[in-house]
């Protein structure tokens, strides 16, 4: 069992940039791959990216692909995900999920967190 908290999100203008972070407690951190997704108003979650265990190897969404950047601390117990220039597309709640493997899909994860908002500006 893992239990993951995000924190971070809040109101941005376009092109401007958020830290977001997911700190987890239960199970030892290192041991899963965590990922990011995000959901809009009226759509379905998506993924946006992931980051293995292990290697540490990262996987992004075309969309975030060059703009976001998720890493990872396991001393810290915490996953982030730096976004820059951010657009108004962005905007909606990010969860952080924990799993085993890395998928791209929100079947591949076992916990999730609470979600923080995000709300880019134009």
């Known amino acids: 069992q893992v239990q993951l908290v995000e924190s971070g999100g809040g109101l941005v203008q376009a092109g401007g940039s958020l830290r977001l972070s997911c700190a987890a407690s239960?199970?030892?951190?290192?041991?899963?791959?965590m990922g990011w997704f995000r959901q809009a108003p009226g759509k379905e979650r998506e993924f946006v990216a992931v980051?293995?265990?292990?290697?540490?190897?990262?996987y992004y969404a075309v969309s975030v692909k060059g703009r976001f950047t998720i890493s990872r601390d396991n001393a810290q117990n915490t996953v982030y995900l730096q976004m820059n220039s951010l657009k108004p597309e962005d905007t909606g709640v990010y969860y952080c999920?924990?799993?085993?493997?890395?998928?791209?899909?929100?079947?591949?994860?076992?916990?999730w967190g609470q979600g923080t908002q995000v709300t880019v500006s134009s």
């Open positions: 239960g199970r030892t951190f290192s041991s899963y791959t």
């Open positions: 980051i293995s265990r292990g290697s540490g190897n990262t």
């Open positions: 999920a924990a799993g085993n493997r890395v998928g791209f899909t929100t079947l591949s994860y076992d916990y």
